[in-house]
């Protein structure tokens, strides 16, 4: 089973930027499409941005311009630049392989972020 290890989360001001990490142990992740997730405050945890085998990314709306996911397949790393942040990005941001429209491997821990002043 791959782990999904998140990292670089922390407390950010408006404006301001961080970049998350999240590192998949085992093989295959080269042909895994990847998201990052992000679940705020007692709300549901939804996709943010994802990255597919061919190259292609896609995000949410909210995060369009601001945010920036790519890979390195060497290192099976996903990572998620995150620009110009608002509060309303704070929560925990997971990431995970989509396959068939749905998360595909356990949870891992996610990365805090939060957004104040």
């Known amino acids: 089973q791959v782990q999904l290890v998140e990292s670089g989360g922390g407390l950010a001001q408006p404006g301001g930027s961080l970049r998350l990490s999240c590192a998949a142990s085992?093989?295959?992740?080269?042909?895994?499409?990847m998201a990052w997730y992000r679940q705020a405050p007692e709300k549901q945890r939804d996709l943010v941005a994802s990255?597919?085998?061919?190259?292609?990314?896609n995000y949410a709306d909210s995060v369009k311009g601001r945010f920036t996911i790519s890979r390195d397949n060497a290192k099976a790393t996903v990572y998620l630049q995150m620009n110009s942040l608002t509060p309303e990005d704070t929560g925990v941001y997971y990431c995970n392989r989509v396959f068939n429209g749905r998360t595909y491997f356990d949870w891992g821990q996610g990365t805090q972020v939060t957004v104040s002043s």
């Open positions: 085992g093989s295959g992740f080269r042909i895994y499409t």
């Open positions: 990255s597919s085998i061919g190259g292609s990314t």
